[in-house]
């Protein structure tokens, strides 16, 4: 670092500078003087020494101005007087000039420390001193020279600590990447860990899926898969709602058999985060599309599902391309696979589902009073696989309305108890109900609604049945009993509800 003096140090360098020169011409002149006073005496061969003069005096520097004494001219016999003085750096003019300079750098220091700053030690000595008498050269050099010292020293000191700093700098510098580092490490084995946290699940999911698709395609080989072409390109979804058609027929054997018992459209919304199940009337007089109009189920028995499919979507504007035909049989083995269902019955519903499995009994071979109710007191009571599907079969009690309510309640339980079913029964639930199913859903799409039914079993189960009430009379055609539908209110209840269009709500029509 490179060191600035002050003005009062180059006055003090100056100074000793023309103290220099003075000697020099002061030891000059003397010698010139001495060759001169040789010369004079060899010329006048007299032998005559000149006078004799006093040896010269030197200033002494430490000597106090005020206190020296007068000095003899040099070469003469008289006292020096002030014009005698002929060096600049011995005139008391300059040494006045000096002296005033020296104060103006002594008040500059003091305003430039006024500001706060501590003064140096010399400083405070001269600021004590400033009313005693003037000082020797001397003190004032030593003061300069301890002026300069603590200057070094401050340099010095500032080094140091720069040092320091520097030091403590890199120190926290490698502190603070040691600790980033540290902290980047700890991230990283966040993020590793959640990744592979998520990689197991994957993986999990990924096995189950396996499974999942595995089971599916065993069980839908024990179904019977019959294509309908019309329908094949069609979605299984539309506008967020699927539409499966289950149709009961009274067939004993699989195929088409026999007359549609029962139709109930099941319908699953997204949209309204539901399930609907919606018994269609099979009395309605309706149009079936290459034949006269005739009551809804007639169409099942002209063209099976696929006549039947394509009734319903013109009569009531709702799309449906894929159906699940379910025989008595299959009925009976999904309510005993899933341990039977408990409702309430009266009296009169008690006798009536012993009436139905008098029938049933002679149609499958089994012993004459099997499964009868011997209390036909009514009440809850627990219902087996032949109790429900005669329990659904009456039609005496609240006419067609009263039986598909009661298709819709048994339907409502066994959905209630199937996932306990298919953890329990597997076995009963796909060697009694699937060989004895008819659909036309490929396996893939049966393996997609296995993946949603976690979150299907979760919706709200909504029964109604079309047509609603007040929407339709009684009426007789070509000595038929049927009934006349209001079409338009029908389709736009079904469109409200199913699709969630608007808020308009219904009840099932219960006994006429």
């Not at 001269?126 to 050269?137: V, Y």
């Not at 990744?195 to 839908?220: C, E, M, S, T």
């Amino acid at each position: 670092m490179r060191y600035n003096m002050s003005d009062r140090e180059r006055d003090s360098i100056q100074e000793m500078e023309d103290i220099q020169k003075g000697l020099e011409a002061f030891l000059q002149q003397e010698m010139q003087e001495m060759q001169t006073s040789g010369s004079g005496s060899g010329k006048s061969g007299t032998g005559r020494r000149t006078a004799e003069r006093p040896a010269p005096q030197m200033f002494d520097m430490t000597e106090n101005d005020e206190d020296e004494e007068e000095l003899d001219v040099i070469g003469s016999g008289r006292r020096a007087r002030a014009d005698d003085y002929a060096e600049d750096w011995d005139d008391p003019a300059y040494r006045k000039r000096q002296a005033a300079r020296r104060e103006t750098t002594r008040k500059t220091s003091e305003n430039r420390n006024s500001g706060g700053r501590s003064n140096s030690n010399a400083d405070r000595r001269r600021q004590a001193a400033s009313d005693k008498p003037r000082r020797s050269r001397r003190e004032d050099y030593a003061d300069e020279y301890e002026d300069y010292e603590d200057h070094r020293e401050k340099n010095r000191s500032g080094r140091k600590a720069g040092k320091r700093e520097e030091i403590d700098t890199k120190t926290d510098k490698k502190s603070r990447k040691g600790n980033k580092k540290e902290a980047g490490s700890g991230r990283k084995k966040k993020k590793f860990g959640f990744k592979r946290f998520l990689i197991a699940v994957a993986l999990i999911l990924v096995f189950l899926a396996a499974g999942l698709y595995v089971l599916v395609g065993k069980v839908y080989a024990e179904m019977n898969y019959e294509e309908i072409e019309s329908v094949s390109s069609s979605p299984m979804k539309e506008e967020g709602v699927t539409n499966i058609l289950l149709i009961g027929n009274d067939s004993r054997e699989n195929g088409e058999d026999g007359r549609s018992d029962a139709m109930i459209l099941l319908s699953i919304s997204n949209k309204t985060k539901k399930i609907y199940m919606t018994s269609l009337l099979r009395d309605m007089y309706v149009e079936i599309p290459g034949h006269k109009d005739n009551r809804l189920n007639a169409a099942y028995s002209y063209g099976g599902a696929e006549l039947l499919m394509e009734t319903i979507e013109q009569n009531f504007d709702i799309h449906i391309s894929r159906y699940v035909l379910v025989n008595f049989e299959a009925f009976a083995n999904l309510v005993d696979a899933v341990g039977g269902v408990d409702l309430e019955l009266t009296g009169k519903e008690v006798e009536y589902v012993n009436g139905y499995l008098v029938e049933y009994n002679i149609l499958l071979g089994r012993p004459e009073g099997t499964d009868y109710f011997d209390d036909l007191s009514g009440g809850m009571v627990h219902l087996n696989g032949p109790q429900a599907l005669a329990y659904c079969r009456n039609r005496y009690i609240g006419t067609d309305f009263g039986r598909t309510e009661r298709q819709r309640k048994v339907l409502t339980e066994v959905i209630h108890k199937l996932p306990k079913g298919v953890l329990t029964n597997p076995k009963g639930l796909i060697d009694g109900l699937m060989p004895n199913l008819t659909t036309n859903l490929t396996q893939a799409e049966c393996y997609r609604l296995s993946l949603m039914a976690p979150k299907i079993l979760t919706y709200d189960i909504i029964q109604n049945s079309i047509p609603i009430e007040g929407t339709y009379k009684d009426a007789t055609h070509r000595k038929m009993s049927v009934l006349e539908v209001d079409f338009e209110a029908n389709k736009k209840f079904l469109q409200e509800n199913l699709y969630g269009t608007g808020d308009s709500t219904a009840t099932a029509a219960s006994e006429n």
